[in-house]
């Protein structure tokens, strides 16, 4: 009563009662009385309280039995709000490891942290979806967006074609690279994209190898140019890209940026040595052992604030164990 009275949690306080160990003193108390008195005459009422002794001990197992399930038995959640719940919890922890990533970039690490930035910004995306009528519509939202760069990198061909810093041929060539990529992402082409690559095949089939165009590799001999057009057209659809975001659309923004902030680095670094690339591999596992670890920071605050169960808790926990030992 004066736990109830003084912190009004009585219910934690039958909790702890009854969960508790008991009889084994009071038994070993009653085995120890002597059988007999110093004259030799049986015990008084022995047999009496090793019956009560027992009785209590009995009584309270079997009442701890029917009452703990009873009393540790949690509120009914829908399970709408639950699988909200975790959702919310998911991304929170995601967004922990992503603003350690960008705290820890530096010019050691620039490009392995951006990577990690476009990968965070894909889990973040992902899970930010409630139901397929919102993945499809996050899709058809990237989509847009990333058709919006495609042109804005057309346009940069044209204008390096116009100002004769490139070939009709290279321009050309360009293009026909985003052209592709642009079938690939529109759905309402369909049946153009079939058709196109059906002629495609029919042309290759007729012509053989011998008409094949070289891919456009360092070894190919207008490679600086088309490196140059590149990274031109990365930096103009990036601003593109920018001038679209809204407080609604910010993630999917941040994750195309990040594609292309991957691809302007990859083409502005040399080819990495086999020495070199295992020390690239390290930085970006330790890179990514410092996110995972403020991960798991994330997930102890949330339980220690009660924001999540402990059994949320475990199963973030698992998840974060399991994205670790991938990287060995």
Not at 162 to 178: G, Y
Not at 290 to 313: D, H, M, V, Y
Request: hydrophobic content about 45%.
């Amino acid at each position: 009563m004066w736990v109830w009275a003084s912190n009004r949690q009585f219910r934690s306080a039958v909790q702890t009662a009854l969960s508790g160990v008991r009889g084994a003193l009071t038994l070993s108390a009653a085995f120890s009385i002597p059988l007999t008195l110093a004259d030799n005459s049986p015990f008084p009422e022995r047999d009496l309280i090793l019956f009560i002794c027992s009785g209590v001990i009995l009584l309270t197992l079997i009442s701890a039995s029917v009452l703990l399930p009873i009393l540790t038995r949690g509120p009914q959640v829908d399970p709408a709000l639950a699988e909200d719940a975790e959702r919310q919890a998911r991304i929170r922890v995601i967004e922990a490891g992503l603003r350690t990533v960008k705290e820890e970039k530096n010019d050691e690490n620039r490009q392995q942290a951006i990577e990690l930035i476009a990968a965070y910004s894909r889990r973040l995306q992902m899970c930010r979806f409630r139901d397929r009528a919102e993945m499809n519509r996050l899709w058809k939202e990237a989509v847009e967006i990333r058709l919006e760069a495609l042109e804005a990198e057309k346009e940069t061909a044209d204008r390096w074609l116009q100002q004769e810093r490139i070939s009709p041929k290279l321009a050309d060539r360009f293009k026909a690279t985003i052209s592709q990529i642009e079938l690939l992402l529109s759905t309402r082409f369909k049946v153009k994209k079939l058709m196109i690559v059906g002629w495609s095949a029919i042309t290759r089939l007729f012509q053989g190898s011998k008409h094949k165009k070289a891919r456009m590799t360092p070894d190919h001999p207008k490679w600086n140019a088309y490196k140059a057009l590149k990274l031109e057209a990365i930096r103009a659809a990036i601003e593109r890209v920018k001038g679209l975001e809204t407080s609604g659309n910010r993630d999917t923004i941040a994750m195309i940026i990040a594609d292309y902030r991957g691809l302007e680095l990859h083409l502005t670094q040399e080819p990495a040595h086999e020495e070199r690339a295992e020390e690239m591999d390290a930085v970006r596992r330790e890179l990514e052992l410092k996110a995972i670890q403020s991960e798991r920071n994330e997930i102890q605050r949330l339980f220690e604030t009660g924001e999540i169960s402990r059994a949320l808790a475990n199963n973030l926990r698992l998840d974060v164990n399991y994205h670790e030992a991938h990287l060995f």
